[in-house]
């Protein structure tokens, strides 16, 4: 696997990217900022896409599609809340497949298409920015110290092998809740839409409760017997 050679500033990268953001759209997928994700590149136009961003600057987005018989269409309608990131890692293939890690960045906002000019698609876009409550990050100390015990909580209720005991450790030494929130969504969360929801609040407190209310209902799950979604 090939490393990462990361613009100093990855997120200015980024914003110089919003004029034309490449975009591999995907059903049932949500990149969340600051979390890794693996993908598989096989179609000739993604495999173009990954061609361009590996030339130049390494952003791309993962747009949500609205239904998977979407995937099939040439043009479908994108949900327009989307993560947007960095490849950190890629292994090419003598195919022309790839392999790749992506290191989200931030949440964007997918405004205009461009006219068509390559076999992928791109957008012009803007970030969206996190909105705090006014009394900024301390008004949300008891949501986070919440969402920590109850990460704890399930923790304990799994395996070492599962990687909640890591994810607790994690949460416990990390001070931006709006990190928190989004670790936490990435590796507790499987389902597609909770995920999507997260990455659509921009609302930080809200997004502390959107995902403590996901984690009670696997803790509450798991104290019954019953194991969480695959």
């Known amino acids: 696997m090939a490393e990462l050679i990361a613009p100093q500033d990855p997120r200015a990268a980024l914003r110089k990217a ?55 269409a040439l043009r479908p309608p994108l949900r327009a809340i989307c993560g947007a990131g960095i490849i950190e890692v890629e292994e090419r293939h003598e195919d022309g497949r790839f392999d790749l890690v992506l290191r989200g960045l931030a949440r ?7 006219p068509p000019a390559k076999l992928y698609r791109e957008f012009r876009a803007e970030v ?42 994690a949460v416990a030494q990390m001070k931006d809740p709006s990190a928190i929130a989004d670790l936490v969504a990435a590796a507790a969360l499987s389902e597609p839409e909770p995920r999507q929801k997260v ?12 995902v ?19």
């Open 108 to 114: 964007v906002r997918l405004l205009e298409e461009l």
């Open 212 to 230: 403590m209310g996901e984690v009670a209902g696997v803790v509450l799950m798991l104290s019954k017997g019953r194991g969480p979604k695959a």
């Open 18 to 72: 919003l004029t034309a953001l490449k975009v591999f759209p995907l059903h049932g997928v949500a990149v969340l900022p600051g979390t890794p994700a693996p993908f598989h590149i096989f179609e000739p136009r993604y495999r173009a896409l990954v061609e361009d961003a590996l030339a130049g600057d390494r952003i791309l987005a993962v747009p949500g599609l609205f239904g998977k018989s979407d995937a099939h």
């Open 128 to 169: 969206v920015d996190d909105v705090l409550p006014k009394g900024g990050v301390a008004a949300l100390g008891n949501r986070v110290e919440a969402l920590r015990r109850i990460v704890y909580d399930l923790s304990t209720r799994l395996p070492q092998e599962s990687g909640a005991p890591q994810l607790a450790e």
């Open 199 to 210: 990455l659509e609040e921009a609302d930080v407190g809200k997004r502390l409760d959107l």
